[in-house]
């Protein structure tokens, strides 16, 4: 039965793969940068005191998250043309469902980041005459930032796998395109194979590393 | 220089500040004493609007702390404060906690700030740490740090909020030296909440008693060490002096 198989398919098609990989990574990075700015700014809203932008955070936060993400990445992919009255291609509309959703993730990883620094830190910053701006800019988000970097890497990791879910609007990524040679070579079992191996090996690694990182930093 | 007047503040339903008035005339030095809890750390956060408060006003050269069209910022870019925990900015160096609202709030140059930095370290006995982070540097080096980066914004008075009390004994002199130098050669307008009777003697003009947020006891220092009017205040003395 081993001799059945043709693991050379993998080979042929490695230049192909690797373009699904980089929109996958394309998508990733662009996804993690803008759902943290959007996200830092919901948790700055949740813990603004304000009312009213403390609401806006919090049904964001607890809308997206009771929302498969599939049916997000569906609902941006069809709806976002119907907003903008124009073609817009299944990249744009991904990226803009995964900002969006993962926004609110991210915002309760910053939230607590936030709240993790100790108030006369920021006390020390607003006796110096600095703004509420400027004493979150210069000295309680890079220090927020920084004690959540694991858990945003992590976080970030995920959003990678989920990535995958661009597959049902069809965007290229590395889950489609493995999916693509698969069905046209008929060798579905060594490419899902070969497409597990890869993410498992990259998140894998990627994690040991956020591990490696938590440990430097309680050091 | 800062005026408070019949100034009352609750924590919910716990009265903290009880009509409390204190003057601070300019290059006066006072120091606040008192049991924990008996809101001296509360009050002198009052004082450049850390800590709101209801009733009564505040004024510091003459502008009202708890006025809704005063600009804080602005009000406190004026008025150094020293922290019991020190707060350096623990990601920044030395250097940079004492720069950073040199360059943000006062809009001085890198290379005016890094000047004006390097005099301080040098006059708070640190020169050639600027660029170590407080994780390195000993408590007494980071309080003095804290001191150097409150006198880089030129303070017109310089609030302390038990300024050793977070410190290893053999660093608290350290530190208060520095104050007691910024009171005698600057003539800097001080309010200091400490439990360092030794330094109230030798520096304060005046000596505050709080209790329970009231304020129980103000005399000149002489007075007060001498024979104190109330007898909560003589309670207090007698249990801190007695080693």
């Known amino acids: 039965m081993l001799t059945d198989f043709d693991f050379g398919v993998i080979a042929r098609n490695i230049p192909y793969l690797w373009e699904g990989m980089q929109l996958s990574l394309l998508l990733t990075g662009l996804s993690a940068a803008g759902s943290i700015v959007l996200g830092t700014i919901l948790a700055l809203m949740r813990l603004s005191g304000i009312a009213l932008l403390q609401w806006i955070g919090a049904v964001w936060v607890n809308f997206f998250r009771s929302l498969p993400l599939l049916l997000v990445i569906f609902w941006f992919y069809f709806l976002v043309p119907v907003l903008v009255q124009q073609q817009v291609d299944a990249f744009q509309s991904a990226l803009i469902g995964f900002v969006l959703f993962e926004a609110a993730y991210y915002c309760e990883i910053m939230r607590s980041g936030i709240l993790s620094i100790s108030r006369g830190q920021a006390w020390a910053g607003y006796a110096l005459g600095l703004r509420y701006s400027q004493t979150m800019r210069y000295i309680v988000l890079p220090q927020a930032f920084r004690n959540m970097l694991p858990i945003l890497l992590t976080q970030t990791i995920i959003l990678f796998q989920d990535t995958s879910l661009v597959f049902v609007v069809g965007l290229a990524d590395f889950m489609t395109s493995a999916v693509n040679v698969a069905q046209r070579d008929s060798r579905l079992i060594e490419i899902y194979v070969f497409a597990a ?22 050091r | 220089m800062i005026d408070i007047q019949n100034v009352n503040k609750w924590f919910g339903d716990f009265h903290v500040l009880k009509d409390a008035s204190i003057r601070v ?14 809101g001296k750390s509360t009050l002198i956060k009052c004082v450049n609007g850390l800590e709101p408060f209801q009733e009564g006003t505040i004024t510091v050269n003459g502008v009202s702390v708890g006025a809704p069209d005063t600009n804080l910022p602005e009000l406190r870019s004026h008025i150094g404060m020293v922290f019991q925990n020190f707060e350096l900015f623990p990601h920044m160096t030395a250097m940079q906690n004492i720069c950073l609202s040199q360059l943000k ?27 170590k982070y407080p994780s390195e540097l000993s408590g007494g080096q980071q309080q003095r740090v804290a001191i150097a980066r409150a006198l880089a914004m030129d303070p017109i008075a310089m609030l302390f909020d038990e300024p050793t009390s977070a410190l290893d004994p053999e660093m608290i002199n350290e530190v208060l030296e520095v104050m007691q130098e910024l009171a005698r050669d600057d003539g800097m307008t001080m309010m200091v909440v400490t439990h360092e009777m030794g330094f109230a003697r030798r520096v304060a003009d005046r000596v505050i008693f709080m209790d329970e947020g009231e304020i129980v006891e103000d005399a000149n220092t002489d007075d007060f060490f001498g024979t104190p009017r109330s007898d909560r205040a003589q309670l207090f003395l007698s249990k801190i002096l007695q080693h």
């Open chain 1, 197 to 218: 191996f890869v993410y498992f090996v990259m998140c894998y690694f990627g994690s040991l590393y956020v591990k490696h990182l938590q440990q430097k930093m309680h």
């Open chain 2, 25 to 38: 005339a300019k290059g006066e030095v006072i120091v606040v004493c008192g049991p924990s809890g008996s």
């Open chain 2, 105 to 131: 709030v006062l809009g001085r140059s890198q290379s005016e700030a890094r000047d004006r930095a390097n005099t301080l370290l040098d006059r708070v006995g640190l020169s050639g740490l600027g660029l």
